[in-house]
């Protein structure tokens, strides 16, 4: 008896081509999807939080057990006794980090620098063209906690008379807070602005 083999019909074997050349793509991106997606973000924050606890909660600053901001975000602080960090085009609010995004070009940007400058001026007491290009110009994420020596060192004499206390006194706080660049060559000084003010507070005029 002669056998008689079968062939599917054409469209048959089309839909199972499709179906097989679809498999390994519909796989790799589950796997991509759910790999890098979910579990590998899941154990890069639970390292994290185990080598680095204070900073994957947020470097959350704490007096007396009350939180009093963050070391990584900037805040304003409106009473005369505090230091005040650069401008914030987002407002210091975290969820809205971002710079100004104007020009150089752009008039507008120079015409409020030239605002800032002048209020930085008669609130510090100084010459306008000794204010530091960074407390009238924002940073490119709003939120920088940091001020350099410069910045800082123009507000002693406001901060001190505020507070009652030397100039001298003010300075040698603001130096004691004076970060250097990272491993020695990595960045400038800094100043942190919460926790000097915060330090400053912790001080009896």
């Known amino acids: 008896m002669t056998s008689v083999s079968y062939a599917p019909p054409a469209a ?6 499709d179906r097989t050349s679809l498999r390994a ?6 796997v991509i999807l759910v790999g890098f997606g979910l579990l590998y973000s899941l154990a890069g924050s639970a390292i994290g939080g185990l080598l680095f606890p204070h900073q994957a909660a947020g470097s959350i600053v704490m007096v007396d ?8 975000v900037a805040q304003p602080f409106a009473d005369a006794r505090y230091f005040q960090p650069r401008p914030s085009a987002a407002g210091y609010d975290p969820m809205g980090a971002a710079g100004s995004n104007l020009a150089r070009s752009n008039p507008d940007l ?3 620098i030239d605002e ?7 609130r510090e007491g100084i010459p306008a063209a000794q204010v530091p290009g960074e407390l009238v110009t924002q940073s490119g994420g709003g939120l920088d906690p940091h001020l350099s020596p410069a910045g800082a060192q123009v507000q002693i004499a406001r901060v001190a008379r505020a507070r009652g ?19 020695g060559v990595l960045g400038e000084p800094r100043v942190n602005v919460l926790q000097l003010n915060l330090a400053l507070d912790a001080i009896k005029p």
Do not use: I, N, W, Y
Request: charged content about 20%.
């Open 116 to 122: 800032l400058t002048r209020e930085v001026a008669a």
């Open 25 to 30: 793509p519909l796989v790799f991106a589950a």
């Open 165 to 183: 206390l030397g100039d001298a006194d003010v300075a040698a706080v603001v130096a004691a807070h004076t970060e250097a660049p990272q491993f």
């Open 12 to 17: 048959h074997a089309a839909v199972l081509e």
């Open 110 to 112: 120079r015409k409020r």
């Open 65 to 72: 057990g009350k939180a009093r901001g963050s070391a990584l």
